[in-house]
Nanobody, 114 residues
């Protein structure tokens, strides 16, 4: 059974940082690119970041470039999203996904507010 479980969300002040984790099981993690998405209230779910199976290729949505870093640990079958210099516009539920599949996590809430 495929499982993706996000963690690490929370409430943070503007300018702060959070590190999201996505623990996976039930599939051969190292064979899949992984992605983070987010969905803000009243908005469509949007792409945030992508990382290739070997961890070399990373792609970011324009508004997070230079602030967010995606990484992965193939030994632990986990993907991470380091988020720095957060702004209220980053407030959303963040989801991880195995690329090109319908395997999604349940999401973790990130709220950026003073």
């Amino acid at each position: 059974q495929v499982q993706l479980v996000e963690s690490g969300g929370g409430l943070v002040q503007p300018g702060g940082s959070l590190r999201l984790s996505c623990a996976t099981s039930g599939f051969t993690f190292r064979d899949f690119a992984m992605r983070w998405y987010r969905q803000a209230p009243g908005k469509e779910r949007e792409f945030v970041a992508h990382i290739g199976p070997d961890g070399v290729n990373a792609i970011y949505e324009d508004s997070v470039k230079g602030r967010f870093t995606i990484s992965r640990d193939n030994r632990k079958a986990a993907v991470f999203l380091q988020m720095n210099n957060l702004t209220p516009e980053d407030t959303a539920v963040y989801y991880c996904r195995a690329a090109m599949t319908e395997w999604w996590g349940q999401g973790t809430q990130v709220t950026v507010s003073s």
